[in-house]
């Protein structure tokens, strides 16, 4: 078969430097970094992380809080460059990593439609265009006027969600931002995403509803302290991770 991956990520570090002695007040901060007192501690979130994806493909990314799954979606995004190794991912990216990233809480519902737009590359022209169709999705036509600051998690889960996929991105990530809505936008969500798979959208979805993973994605990724534990089929693996915690819900 050949190797037509959208996504690839090998050998992939990711390292933050922790303060590793407690700071009460930014001045404080300043002078022990002007005095080179200033203590920290390395990190490594993801350590010598490969995945490979193909177009088309669905992966689970599973493990515990803390396991470094938002940090190699983020690293995907770009929003995180790799301490060591690489990694690529061709074509268009519609990123649900953040609840609320791209929002502008002063602004209302309508305003940060066009804004949230701008920050996934839409002109205003296109965003007119889809305007009904988002709002629509979205179920909001009775907040269109009222601050984002406002909004329930849910609701701004909502709009994300629906300005995000209201096209077919050549790559969908979507973070644990469907688990604050209620259960009828997570079903109506997941079938949107599925005809996105059908339509040869690749998704990279995480969520600790292991039950969803194994309904929407054909392959997962298991992390554990930033480092991969198993990768494969869909059943194999959550079928391991399950085996291991016991539970439904980890």
Known sequence: MKDDFVIEVKNATVRFNMASEKIDNLKEYFIKLVK??????????????????????????????????????????????PYKGSVSA???????????????????????????????????????????????????WDFLDMPIKNYSSGMAARLGFSIATV???????????????????????ERRMRDMLESGTTLLYVSHSIGSVQEICDHALWLERGREVMSGDIHTVTDEYLNKYDTQQV
């Open 167 to 189: 096209v077919r991105p050549d790559i969908l990530i979507c973070d644990e931002v469907l688990s604050v809505g209620d259960i009828a936008f997570q079903r109506k969500c």
């Open 36 to 81: 080179k007192e200033l203590m920290f501690k390395e990190f490594l979130a993801l350590q010598d992380v490969n995945l490979k994806v193909r177009k088309g493909e669905a992966w689970g990314i599973i493990g515990t809080n803390g396991s470094g799954k938002s940090t190699l979606l983020k690293l995907i995004c770009g929003i995180l460059s």
């Open 90 to 140: 061709n074509g268009t990216i519609a990123p649900l990593i953040e609840l609320g990233a791209g929002f502008d809480g002063e602004l209302t519902a309508r305003e940060n439609i066009y804004l949230n737009g701008a920050v996934l590359g839409y002109s205003k022209r296109f965003m007119q265009e889809y305007f009904e169709e988002i709002v629509e999705f979205a179920e909001l």
